[in-house]
């Protein structure tokens, strides 16, 4: 095996009368561990990644630097090979073709090895599968602002399914990094600032997959999301406390109780030690003290990144070894360093031929998982004998449209000519302006195929149907005045003024303003779109300033639809504004959604996963933060957020009582209820997301003045009530203490009752008793939660 990568190979298009043929080796794993040559088991733990863009249009970091050698296809596979990389998600191409060319890639893979063993095939999946013509969902920001995990498991055990006709074994989602910096341009991909939030829903999608048959990969392992300044790649400076508290815990739930069979290292280093050299952290913490058995796959490039950027390896060889020393045991997108460098070592004598053997191990248990050391296996996916393949079918728009609606969040809801602004009245007239009013991607995430990838092919069309907000409503109101008020980056003088003039013309003005997702530099979010502040990107703030103004001398009604992959800073709009939406890229079905929620078909029920920040400097911080980090009087700096983690509004009303705790004192190895009636109150039908946050007032440690600890999404008829009890075991309020052990200690604590992070409803006051107790892996991390209808 040589190094290089086969970026610009095509696969060969299958054969004349090629069909699929059946693997017939049948050995057992450690029987092909034994019997196979150095070159053979090397070749297991690499991808290749062909028809990838070298001309700059990445997606990938670095990409074009990345390439290395070209090979042929025939060559790089003459051992065998591992993976496949994204063979449906590289560029434009029709599902059923790309099904095609895989079954004759997997024929040739087999072919030429040995013991005919074929690849495994991985695919993103983070906001639906990534591959042209797909369902495009929300993002996971947006499945954080549901809170429901529910829903989401749906979600994707529909993309799993999917993936499993197209011959994919493996999904490289779900992100499960915690906000930190709401400056980073991948915050869009992660599901919020709250780690238990985090882990919840990213565990019901990691189930889902895992229940469909498809390896879920978490990521980033470990810190990524705190990088310096919210730089992408910048290096992380956090304590080994903050990390066990903040970052780790969703991993342990996504392991623990998603059953996720693999895990993707961060490309960060903390604290000087970047995650693909780091054995504390991918064996000694995740295999040896948690017992993961399943596979650690590198971020694309991040074993050659050790060399090249972090420079703690002085070749790739180097950076080969510290990786599988590390835990790595496969190297993505491509083959490079795991390729002749890392065979160099091992025949030298550097690298343990014994480590090469423990990674491979794995990489065949999961195989052997997934059917592909079967005798039976079929090359072909299981979509070519049907002839056809629908990714966007009705089913999977109608649950993106229900995921989207759920996740839009009411922020304010003023009084307009005596009512509410929303929802909308019959209107004599509607405006739509803004930067995003006709702007299909204004809806989709970095991480949809046709951001992702499509954004590069200008020649081919959208794969999928996604409605802009103005044309949406010319379909269900008539004509409407609109105006695409530039871009989100651009806006001129005059684009301005006939937003403004339409805004004083009609009844009812939407400004959509927010993000556009892209790539490296390629967008105003998404990975390595980091921003300087938290201004709305571009001149739309000024834009906005001006528009509301217009719509204020003129008594228009004006609601701002904010579409964006992160929060921004809106003090200066919210009492200017009848309405403020906030969506976080709500995928195809999002104006769809959008129009539900405003016109009132759909009553308004998600919460923010991030908080709102007042003004566009107070960064980084979220509301996880301890009482120094919060206001007070040694600092001229107010970090209070406009809008709390947790916060958002309905049409109708809630009315909590019956508050009780089962008791109260609970031994430290003990466990309380807290019980509570929800009504709602109101005339319409609604949803109410009962959230319980703890506060531990004197700890051992400096402690965040709260942390949700549990939540219930309530759906509730005009009337009706429901009775909502949590189970509160004293493992829930562990922390990391002085001696870095996770403990539960005695004292007073307090469960607030609230509807967010900054809105309470009730507290009580809970003494532990008994000793300090230290807890690991198998401690209790949820807290169960019954929903009785009454």
């Not at 200008?458 to 530039?486: C, K, L």
């Amino acid at each position: 095996m040589t190094s290089g990568a086969a970026e610009k190979q095509a696969f060969p298009p299958p054969a004349a009368g090629s069909g699929p043929r059946s693997a017939t080796a049948g050995f057992s794993v450690e029987e092909l561990v034994q019997q196979m040559t150095l070159e053979e088991k090397l070749a297991q733990l690499v991808g290749v990644w062909v028809n990838a863009s070298t001309d700059g249009d990445s997606v990938a970091p670095l990409q074009d630097e990345m390439a290395g050698d070209v090979r042929s296809w025939e060559d790089v596979i003459s051992t065998g090979l591992g993976q496949i990389t994204r063979m449906y998600g590289t560029v434009p191409l029709e599902p059923i073709e790309g099904a095609r060319r895989l079954a004759a890639a997997q024929e040739q893979i087999m072919a030429a090895s040995r013991f005919r063993i074929p690849a495994q095939v991985h695919e993103e999946c983070l906001a639906g599968l990534a591959a042209w013509k797909a369902t495009a969902f929300p993002v996971p920001l947006a499945w954080g602002a549901t809170f429901n995990p529910v829903l989401v498991r749906r979600m994707a055990g529909l993309i799993g399914a999917q993936m499993r006709q197209l011959g994919v074994h493996q999904g490289l989602a779900p992100v499960l990094d915690v906000v930190r910096d709401l400056r980073w341009g991948r915050v869009e991909e992660t599901i919020g600032e709250d780690p238990y939030l985090v882990g919840t829903v990213a565990s019901s999608y990691v189930a889902g997959l895992e229940e469909a048959g498809i390896v879920a990969t978490l990521k980033h392992f470990v810190g990524y999301s705190a990088s310096r300044a919210g730089r992408n790649h910048a290096p992380v400076s956090m304590g080994p406390r903050e990390l066990a508290d903040v970052m780790l815990p969703p991993f342990e739930l996504a392991i623990k109780h998603g059953g996720a069979r693999s895990v993707m290292h961060a490309y960060t280093d903390t604290d000087g030690v970047p995650a693909a050299a780091n054995r504390a952290l991918l064996t000694s913490l995740l295999r040896d003290e948690w017992g993961f058995a399943g596979t650690v796959v590198a971020d694309y490039f991040g074993v050659a990144f050790l060399n090249v950027t972090h420079g703690v390896a002085a070749d790739s060889g180097e950076a080969a070894a510290l990786a599988l020393q590390a835990g790595v045991d496969v190297e993505l997108p491509t083959v490079n360093c795991y390729g002749m460098p890392l065979l160099e070592r091992v025949r030298s004598g550097a690298v343990p031929e014994s480590l090469v053997d423990t990674a491979l191990r794995r990489v065949l248990r999961q195989k052997q998982e997934a059917g592909l050391l079967a005798p039976d296996f079929n090359a072909a996916p299981p979509v070519i004998a049907a002839g056809a393949i629908d990714l966007d079918p009705a089913g999977h728009r109608a649950l993106a449209r229900e995921m989207a609606a759920q996740s839009l969040v009411l922020l304010t809801n003023r009084t307009h000519d005596g009512g509410p602004s929303l929802p909308l009245p019959a209107a004599a007239s509607l405006g739509v302006v803004g930067p995003l009013a006709h702007d299909p991607f204004a809806m989709l995430g970095c991480y949809s195929f046709d951001a992702h990838v499509g954004a590069s092919h200008p020649d081919v069309p959208m794969g999928i149907r996604v409605p802009t907000v103005a044309g949406a409503a010319e379909e269900r109101f008539g004509p409407v005045r609109s105006a695409a008020t530039g871009t989100c980056e651009a806006i001129s003088g005059e684009q301005i003024a006939e937003a403004c003039r339409i805004a004083a013309s009609v009844d009812t003005c939407v400004i959509v303003v927010g993000d556009n997702a892209g790539l490296f530099g390629r967008g105003t979010s998404g990975e390595g779109n980091d921003a300087a502040d938290l201004q709305l990107p571009g001149d739309q703030h000024h834009m906005l300033d001006r528009v509301l103004a217009a719509a204020a001398a003129a008594g228009t009604r004006a609601i701002v639809v904010v579409l964006s992959g992160r929060p921004y800073a809106l003090g200066g709009f919210v009492e200017r504004a009848g309405a403020v939406v906030q969506g976080f890229f709500p995928g195809e079905e999002g104006a769809e959604a959008l129009w539900d929620v405003l016109s009132g078909v759909v009553n308004p029920s998600g919460k923010l996963p991030v908080s709102v920040p007042r003004t566009s400097g107070g960064q980084p911080g979220t509301y996880l933060h301890s009482r120094l980090a919060g206001p007070s009087g040694v600092s001229a700096l107010d970090p209070s957020p406009l809008f709390g983690f947790g916060h958002g509004l309905s049409y109708t009303a809630f009315e909590f009582s019956g508050h009780a705790t089962s008791a109260p004192t609970m031994s430290t190895s003990g466990a309380v209820s807290v019980a509570l009636t929800v009504a709602n109150t109101g005339a319409v039908d609604g949803a109410e997301v009962v959230q319980l946050y703890l506060e531990d007032p004197v700890g051992e440690v400096v402690r965040p003045m709260r942390e949700l600890i549990g939540y219930a999404r309530v759906e509730l008829a005009a009337g009706a009530s429901a009775k909502v009890e949590f189970s509160v075991h004293a493992d829930r309020t562990s922390f990391t203490g002085v001696d870095l052990k996770r403990v539960v200690t005695p004292g007073l604590v307090k469960l607030h009752v609230a509807t967010s992070s900054t809105e309470d409803v009730h507290t009580h006051e809970l003494i532990l008793h008994g000793g300090r107790r230290v807890v690991g892996f198998d401690r209790e991390m949820l807290t169960p939660v019954t929903v009785t209808q009454q």
